[in-house]
């Protein structure tokens, strides 16, 4: 069992910044691949960003590459979410969650657990 704490998520202006947290508990972080999905009002939960177990390999989704970084530490049992230069179609509520298989990392059904989400809104 895993469980996953999102904070960070808040009301930014258009080319404003945001650090997600997510706080992770239960089975050994460093363990487990991570990743960071979002979903907005009557839309699909969409891919972000991924981080593999020890923080060496990352993934973005080309619409967040360039200005958002995914990071973790293990010592911390904390993954992190840093959005920059942030856009109004960046508004939704992003969830963190585990992969403890190869599973592919672009979908939700490759994920395990999940955290309860963080509302971010991005306004113009």
């Known amino acids: 069992q895993v469980q996953l704490v999102e904070s960070g998520g808040g009301l930014v202006q258009a080319g404003g910044s945001l650090r997600l947290s997510c706080s992770a508990s239960?089975?050994?972080?460093?363990?487990?691949?991570m990743g960071w999905f979002r979903q907005a009002p009557g839309k699909e939960r969409e891919f972000v960003a991924a981080?593999?177990?020890?923080?060496?390999?990352?993934g973005y989704a080309d619409s967040v590459k360039g200005r958002f970084t995914i990071s973790r530490d293990n010592a911390k049992k904390t993954q992190y979410l840093q959005m920059n230069s942030l856009k109004p179609e960046d508004t939704a509520v992003y969830y963190c969650a585990v992969r403890l298989s190869a599973g592919n990392i672009y979908f939700p059904a490759g994920y395990d657990y999940w955290g309860q989400g963080t509302q971010v809104t991005v306004s113009s």
């Open positions: 981080i593999g177990w020890s923080g060496s390999s990352t």
């Open positions: 239960g089975r050994t972080f460093s363990s487990y691949a």
